[in-house]
């Protein structure tokens, strides 16, 4: 596609519901990110991917969070019982190689209630 | 550890007056450096990046920045502002490598007054 799109663009989930969260990068990008924005704050890592493998896992804040590219495209953020401290947008980004800055998403409002 | 430093949390400048934004970085090695605009609702807008050579970026939207090593500064810079810019402004840095993701300030918002 022409950007980057994440799905849903709102979730709003019970406090100890399972979400999925969705990115699809733009096409032949071999590079994905997630981040994290809470509001009134800057975007923080969660983790990367090159192609399929996930090469930083490193800013994941618990295991609750999981994070997924089967086959080096789409990519999925899940959340295991989500806590109210979860409610953020989730921003995903992908560039077309290594090191070049990533095209972001329009983001996923989370809401944990 | 690396870090990113936006001093400002809001800025308020008229329309057509000049504007600087500040960014300060702190890491090991010279990084990747970065600013990115975001307008409510909506994903991050690179508006310029410093890899390597000239210090002084330009970019989109009239935007420039210059990169200090002196100073660790990366500052936004734009010669006349327009209602349009108002939004929040992110400065990132990374480490170039690929394999990391950038670490982010945590914003200026820029207000545009009549």
């Known amino acids: 596609g022409a950007g980057v799109s994440q799905s849903p663009r709102y979730k709003v989930a019970k406090r100890g519901q399972d979400v999925a969260l969705r990115c699809d990068p733009i096409?032949?990008?071999?590079?994905l990110f997630w981040y994290q924005q809470a509001l009134g704050q800057g975007p923080e890592f969660l983790t990367y991917f090159q192609n399929e493998a996930q090469l930083d896992k490193s800013g994941l804040p618990s295991d609750r969070f999981f994070a997924e590219r089967p086959e080096g495209s789409v990519s999925t953020l899940k959340i295991q019982r989500t806590q109210q401290e979860d409610s953020a947008v989730y921003l995903c980004?992908?560039?077309?190689?290594?090191?070049?800055?990533?095209?972001f998403g329009s983001g996923t409002r989370l809401t944990v209630v | 550890a690396q870090s990113v430093t936006q001093p400002d949390i809001h800025i308020t400048v008229s329309e057509g007056a000049s504007l600087e934004l500040r960014c300060n970085y702190s890491y090991g090695a010279t990084p990747y450096l970065f600013w990115y605009v975001q307008s409510p609702g909506q994903g991050l807008q690179l508006l310029l990046k410093y890899f390597s050579g000239d210090t002084l970026v330009q970019g989109i939207k009239g935007f420039e920045a210059e990169f200090k090593r002196s100073q660790s500064s990366f500052n936004l810079r734009k010669p006349s502002v327009h209602w349009s810019d108002a939004a929040e402004y992110f400065c990132a840095g990374g480490s170039g490598g690929g394999a990391d993701g950038l670490t982010f300030g945590k914003g200026t918002h820029l207000i545009i007054q009549p």
């Open positions: 980004a992908s560039s077309l190689r290594a090191g070049a800055p990533g095209t």
């Open positions: 096409s032949g990008h071999v590079s």
